[in-house]
């Protein structure tokens, strides 16, 4: 079936502007990640989705960054007034959670850049 | 917080054995993983194992955990250029979303 997907594969901002950013899970899946990966780093949890509990948003870097998920499946990760600090891939991955092992299903990310 | 550490590079030739380390701080993790980034793809699950194991085999793949130093390995044996790659090494913290390392780097010479 359909993996995730992510929308825009890429996207250049001038810094001031918000973006906005999709994310589709697979489908049935009822969990939601967002991670960051600035350039020559590691994946940095953002905030993460589950079902109808509230999001664990410990993770986002300051007041603006938010996230929505609609209906228990697509997610919209909002980014107001950029920084250029925030150029980095934003990577959305998706799971179902169970007994054991809980994969998450990565998307190709979004690249985004902030001029 | 939980810290994962990686190396950021290794180079082998093809057909020789890559071992990529990592260390961790949690000890309570549950599951440890194993993720592939091929350029311009997402990240790929590779392997995992659990923490009550010290060793997994899967075909090529070798995963080695100790528990007491913290020091995660994965082994593959008979490098092929295909296996050229950035490899995270990730923790489960007790909660859902994962701690990764910065990566390490797979570069596979003919």
């Known amino acids: 079936g359909a993996g995730v997907s992510q929308s825009p594969s890429n996207k250049v901002t001038e810094k001031g502007k918000d973006v906005e950013l999709r994310c589709d899970p697979i489908?049935?899946?009822?969990?939601l990640y967002w991670y960051r990966q600035s350039l020559g780093q590691g994946l940095e949890f953002l905030i993460y989705?589950?079902?109808?509990?509230?999001?664990?948003k410990s993770g986002l870097p300051s007041d603006r960054f938010s996230a929505e998920r609609t209906g228990g499946s697509v997610s919209t990760l909002t980014i107001q007034r950029t920084q250029q600090e925030d150029s980095a891939v934003y990577l959305c991955?998706?799971?179902?959670?169970?007994?054991?092992?809980?994969?998450?299903?990565f998307g190709p990310g979004t690249r985004l850049t902030v001029l | 917080g939980e810290d994962v550490e990686q190396s950021l590079f290794l180079s082998v030739r093809e057909g020789d054995s890559s071992v990529i380390n990592c260390t961790y701080t949690d000890s309570s993790s549950t599951y440890l993983y194993w993720y592939k980034q091929e350029p311009g793809a997402g990240l790929q699950l590779l392997t995992y194992i659990f923490s009550n194991m010290d060793m997994k085999q899967d075909q090529r793949l070798t995963v080695l955990l100790n528990k007491k130093d913290k020091h995660l390995s994965l082994r593959i044996a008979d490098t092929q250029t295909g296996d050229s790659a950035i490899y995270f090494c990730?923790?489960?913290?007790?909660?859902?979303?994962?701690?990764f390392g910065s990566g390490t780097r797979l570069q596979v010479q003919p």
């Open positions: 489908s049935g899946h009822t969990a």
């Open positions: 991955a998706s799971s179902e959670p169970g007994q054991g092992i809980d994969e998450q299903f």
């Open positions: 989705f589950q079902g109808n509990s509230a999001p664990d």
């Open positions: 990730a923790v489960d913290t007790g909660r859902r979303a994962l701690t």
